[in-house]
């Protein structure tokens, strides 16, 4: 009986991920011809997947944000791609804040101006975990468009302008 109790709880202490998500909202601004971009990361998520490079992080840890803010900028931007007609665009960098045990990043890229099309590609955390999805919400001028999931079998997904005009 003893034996039960301390099992308990010792499993009460360890926190098991059921499933593994972040959250991609992509807003297409028309009139700057901006994609801007917010990545929601779990933080205990992404700690694991920059530990075999960088061994002791704490992205919570407000004390490192400027030495984290560039590991996590190196690490997301090996990760996310974007594509228009056969150019791969340049991701802008701008930040990351922390909120509760999310690290929020945010990034944006001009587009080409004859730009109809792009092919947006995220592999973040896809590494680390098999199960990991990445809910992408698509939107223009703040009107949310469509949803899609990103996950290890489709990484990628092409939104076309002309079907939301």
Not at 47 to 52: H, S, V, Y
Not at 138 to 151: A, F, P, T, Y
Request: aromatic share 10%.
């Amino acid at each position: 009986m003893k034996l039960i109790a301390i099992l308990m709880a010792v499993m009460g202490f360890v926190t098991v991920h059921e499933y593994h998500i972040s959250i991609c909202e992509i807003n297409h601004n028309p009139d700057q011809n901006l994609l801007e971009i917010t990545h929601r990361i779990f933080a205990n998520d992404l700690e694991n997947a920059l530990r075999p490079t960088i061994a002791h992080i704490d992205v919570l840890n407000a004390k490192h944000y400027e030495a984290n803010d560039q590991h996590i900028k190196m690490y997301i931007q090996a990760r996310l791609e974007v594509i228009s007609g056969a150019e791969e665009l340049e991701i802008q960098w701008l930040g990351h804040v922390i909120k509760a045990d999310q690290i929020v990043c945010f990034y944006e890229l001009i587009l080409p101006e004859r730009s109809d099309h792009f092919q947006f590609s995220n592999t973040t955390l896809m590494e680390q975990f098999k199960d990991q999805k990445t809910l992408l919400h698509w939107s223009r001028r703040g009107e949310n468009l469509k949803c899609i999931i990103l996950d290890s079998d489709k990484t990628y997904t092409i939104i076309n302008f002309y079907n939301y005009k």
